[in-house]
């Protein structure tokens, strides 16, 4: 599977951002999905993940609430809408997927897409 992200930007504190996962190379709606982040000089992060039907997600605590993931399975897209953004937020965003549902050690990892948010 090979995974692109984008909508990734500079932003002000307080407001919101989409970003969108597009994949390609087999069938999508085989994997779930998921998004991590790594913010400069600190270790790659869960964020949030979802099962390939959509029905079930996961967030981690410092985005529950502000974050929602989805995706469209005919489109072979996931999103990730980012509200209420904080300059804590800002990292490298990665889109991934893995056959299982899970939060770590995923099989497929996109490019990142670069999430700035200014105070």
């Known amino acids: 599977v090979q995974l692109v992200e984008s909508g990734g930007g500079l932003v002000q504190a307080g407001g919101s951002l989409r970003l969108s996962c597009a994949a390609s190379?087999?069938?999508?709606?085989?994997?779930?999905a998921g998004w991590f982040r790594q913010a400069p000089g600190k270790e790659r992060e869960f964020v949030a993940v979802?099962?390939?039907?959509?029905?079930?997600?996961n967030y981690a605590d410092s985005v529950k609430g502000r974050f929602t993931i989805s995706r469209d399975n005919a489109k072979n897209t996931v999103y990730l809408q980012m509200n209420g953004l904080k300059p804590e937020d800002t990292a490298v965003y990665y889109c991934?997927?893995?056959?299982?549902?899970?939060?770590?050690?995923?099989?497929?990892w996109g490019k990142g897409t670069l999430v700035t948010v200014s105070s």
């Open positions: 979802i099962t390939w039907s959509g029905a079930i997600t």
């Open positions: 190379g087999r069938t999508f709606s085989d994997y779930a």
């Open positions: 991934t997927a893995d056959e299982r549902y899970k939060s770590d050690g995923m099989d497929y």
